[in-house]
């Protein structure tokens, strides 16, 4: 008994040592840190001075130091560390965190490498634009470059990308939204920390909260947010308004923060025709009850009654035709140039529902009625009608011509084409017109 209560003291005494040494070269490292960078790079040191990471004593050796054998480590005064800062490595401290950003859409983004829409940033621009342009959003594919100081090859880096492939296997950037080096909070609670990405022709979420009572309300109470409260739950801590982080990400009194940011998505927005996602009657929930913090249920329930409506719309009105019709063209394989976005129908139908589309959906999701209509189902509707269809007609295929024909003359949706005006001002006066979109509707 005597000989392992020995040993065990000596397994503790040893255990100690060890880790006096590993601590006592983290400490000094990361004090070396700060003599050099003080002077050298002061706005970055200050950023972090005024952190939570520094007032937790975690110093830049607690992220940025590595492992001999990491593939972008390199020595820097003695000791091993890496520019890179990943959702691995602030998972040694934020653990919950790490595994639901890994697990979300976002971490995901940096998939669109692989896709149609880096395909035609390659070919109609050019690699400098997919890198400056696509690969800052959804995030590039970091390369090593033994040749270079850092290890990392210039072409990918810098990059912060939302879903950055990592040269140690994670996926995506915290500082995306913590911006480096203060990783605030307050800032990522704020709209504009997702306004980066998230704005312009194809995917306007800035700019319909902008328009919509929920960025009206924010602008004109920015100052009774507490976006500097440690906890910061909806109804609790603030009530003025609600941010992009509010609705997708942030706590409730039912439900704890998360940094998974599909929990709350019950449509999928992006695609051609929108579908509900997986799960989608759970993820409602989820989005109701952060609605529920200030608005009654009838309030939130009308609100996606009216949304889904216009989805539908949407997809049964315009996309499905359009899908339909050039998959014929293709099938039938009718266009004059063989290469993807070589036609121009092919950029007619690609904006309809990738920007006009995806503004109308958007704008309903988040209640900015500009954006829904003009910015978006009056602009489908132009393309669809008087762009799309004729180039679809150009190409003088009988079955195709006949296929338009019904659909224009015969569907109530789009039969008002060849009505008169003053026929379809009764119609709607009547309740008519009203009457064919009523299976839009549903409970």
Known sequence: MKKITLFSILLIFAFFCANSVAFGIQEESGSKCFACHEKITPGLFNQWAGSKHAENDVTCF?????????????????VYVATLVTPKDCGNCHDTESVEVSNSYH???????DSNDAYL?????????????????????????????????AETWPNSGIGRQNPDGSKGSCSACHSRHAFSKAQARQPEACSKCHLGPDHPQKEVY????????????IDRMNLNA????????????????????????????????????????????????????????????????CHGKRFA????????????????????????????????????NPASFSNKIEWTFWELWHHEGRRARHGAAMMGPDYTWWHGMYEVAQHFYFKFIPEALQYNDPGINAHIENLLQTDPMHSWLSQSTEDLKKAIRSGKIQEIYKKMFKK
């Not at 054998?69 to 003695?78: E, M, Q, R």
Request: glycine share 6%; net charge neutral; charged share 25%.
């Open 210 to 221: 902008e328009e919509s009572k929920h960025g009206n309300v924010y602008y004109t109470n």
């Open 121 to 153: 940033a390659y070919v109609a621009g050019g690699s400098p634009a997919v890198i400056t342009g696509c690969e800052s959003c959804h995030g590039a594919k970091v390369k090593i470059d033994p040749e270079s100081p850092n290890k990392l090859a």
């Open 230 to 293: 440690e906890n910061w739950v909806v109804g609790v801590d603030y009530a003025a308004a609600p941010t992009c982080a509010t609705c997708h990400m942030s706590a409730t009194q039912k439900q704890a923060l998360t940094h998974d940011v599909g929990q709350r998505i019950s449509w999928t927005l992006r695609p051609i025709i929108s579908k509900k996602k997986e799960d989608w009657e759970k993820k409602r929930s989820n989005m109701l009850n952060v609605c529920g913090a």
């Open 107 to 113: 971490a995901t983004a940096g998939e669109i490498l």
């Open 62 to 78: 607690d992220c940025h130091g590595a492992e001999e054998n990491d593939p972008d480590a390199f020595l820097h005064n003695k």
């Open 301 to 336: 329930k009308n609100h996606y009654y009216q949304f889904d409506a216009l989805v539908t719309l949407y997809n049964e009105k315009f996309a499905k035709p359009a899908s339909e019709i050039i998959g014929m063209l293709r099938n039938k394989k009718l266009f004059k």
